[in-house]
C-alpha cells in the first residue's frame, strides 16, 4: 500500500472507507456492484468483496460524504493544526531539520514527521517569526 493515494492522500492519512452505499446487484461470486453518488462518477461501479466492509449500522462508524469535501479531482483537504515537536537528524555529512505536525482532517486526525523547510514554504503561520533557536 505505500506510495498509494486515496482522495488525493497517502494512505496514512487518507479514510480506508466511504459510504454505506446501496447495492444494486451481485456479479459472480466475488464481485457487487454499488450504486454510487454523482460525486464519485468517475470509479467503476463494481467491487471486489475484499474491498467493501459490511455497514452494522452504527452511526458513528459511517463517514457521510458530504463531511470529506471530495473535490472534482477525487480529494480533499487536511490541515495542519500545530507543531508539536521538533528534530535533527545527521545524515553523513548535513543536518535535516524535521518538525512533527499535527493535521486535522474531516475524517482522521493524526501527527507526522514533515521537512521543517517544506511546512514553513507551505504553512508559515505555524511557524512564529520571533522564534529564537535555543
Known amino acids: 500500500m505505500k506510495g498509494v493515494m486515496r482522495f488525493g492522500m497517502?494512505?496514512?492519512?487518507?479514510p480506508k472507507?466511504?459510504?454505506?452505499?446501496?447495492?444494486?446487484?451481485?456479479?459472480g461470486k466475488v464481485a457487487y456492484e454499488l450504486e454510487l453518488p454523482a460525486d464519485l462518477a468517475a470509479l467503476y461501479l463494481?467491487?471486489?468483496i475484499?474491498?467493501?466492509?459490511?455497514?452494522v449500522g452504527d452511526p458513528a462508524s459511517v463517514l457521510p460524504l458530504e463531511s470529506v469535501a471530495v473535490k472534482d479531482n477525487l480529494s480533499y483537504e487536511v490541515v495542519p493544526v500545530k507543531i508539536l515537536d521538533r528534530q535533527v537528524r545527521r545524515l553523513r555529512n548535513k543536518k535535516v531539520s524535521?518538525?512533527?505536525v499535527w493535521w486535522r482532517s474531516p475524517?482522521?486526525?493524526?501527527?507526522?514527521?514533515?521537512?521543517?523547510a517544506a511546512m514553513k514554504a507551505k504553512y508559515p503561520h505555524l511557524f512564529p517569526s520571533d522564534s529564537t533557536p535555543g
Open 46 to 48: 463494481v467491487f471486489h
Open 50 to 55: 475484499p474491498l467493501l466492509k459490511n455497514c
Open 17 to 27: 472507507y466511504v459510504g454505506p452505499y446501496k447495492i444494486l446487484k451481485r456479479i
Open 10 to 14: 497517502k494512505w496514512k492519512l487518507s
Open 107 to 116: 475524517s482522521v486526525e493524526g501527527a507526522t514527521w514533515e521537512a521543517e
Open 98 to 100: 524535521s518538525v512533527k
